[in-house]
């Protein structure tokens, strides 16, 4: 019960990796506020965590937008009287199959939206939400590291979100809020169903990473509490790799 009392906001919080990290909150006693641009999904989710006993209430938000990020964490503040704890992690990913030339300004600016932007807007108004301290997770990503093919707004984005990591750490130390990110590799999420769904996918992913398999969100989530929890005191601006091994090759 490493996280009871504690007030704790999660977004992307309908699927994947956010879904993962809400339910072990939930299990260590924190209070949630789930965030999801999927109204329908994060209904169904936090419904799911409150019959098995946790505290979890839903927001639904597009986070690209400035202003529907300072609404999300004020009704964090207005429910549970402040914020200790907040999961950065909605995502979205990039159309591989169109090559770097004729990837549209529309499509680029719509990733740099959700993936970087929203990260800056949610930060500003969680740290000034975090009066006495806190900790702040991104989900950043193997792709925060090194580049992969025809993923050029994907691969930009989280290379800005690496930057943005170290930079708001570094300003937020200052308020006692330590700021972290996770950089996870391939992950069995809604994000990589579509990947995954075609003939040998998984096992060509699998082999891709040292550890020779795909990532459960289960597995990112751990290392989200453990950056959220006082046994990471000492954690400041760290990028932690959780990709099996891809990058260390
Ligand atoms: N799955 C992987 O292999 C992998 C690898 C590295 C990094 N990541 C990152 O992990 C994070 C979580 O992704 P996931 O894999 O769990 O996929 P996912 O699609 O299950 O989760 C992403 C969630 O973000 C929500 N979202 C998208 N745009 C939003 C917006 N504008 N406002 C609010 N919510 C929005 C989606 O509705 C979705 O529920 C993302 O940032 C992704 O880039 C995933």
Redesign the pocket.
Known sequence: MRFKGKSVLV?????????AAARRFAQEGAKLLL????GE?LEQVTAELVVDGGEAVSFV????DESQCEAMVARSVEIFGGLDIAFN?????TDISIPFSEFSGDDWRKVI???LN?YFYCMKAEARAMKTGGAIIN?????SLVAAPNMAA?VAS?HGLAGLTKAAALDLIKQKIRVNAV??????????APALSMEGAEEQLGAAAPIGR??E?EE?ADIVLFLASEEASYMVGALVSADGGVTIQ
Do not use: E
Not at 11 to 19: D, K, M, P, R, V
Not at 139 to 143: I, K, L, R
């Open positions: 977004t992307g919080a309908a699927g994947g990796i956010g879904l965030c999801d641009v999927n999904l938000a597009d986070l690209s992690n909605a995502g979205i990913p939206g959700v993936n929203s989900t950043a990503s193997v792709a994907y989280k950089c996870p590799g391939f992950v069995r999420t809604p994000m990589m795909i990532a969100p990112i």
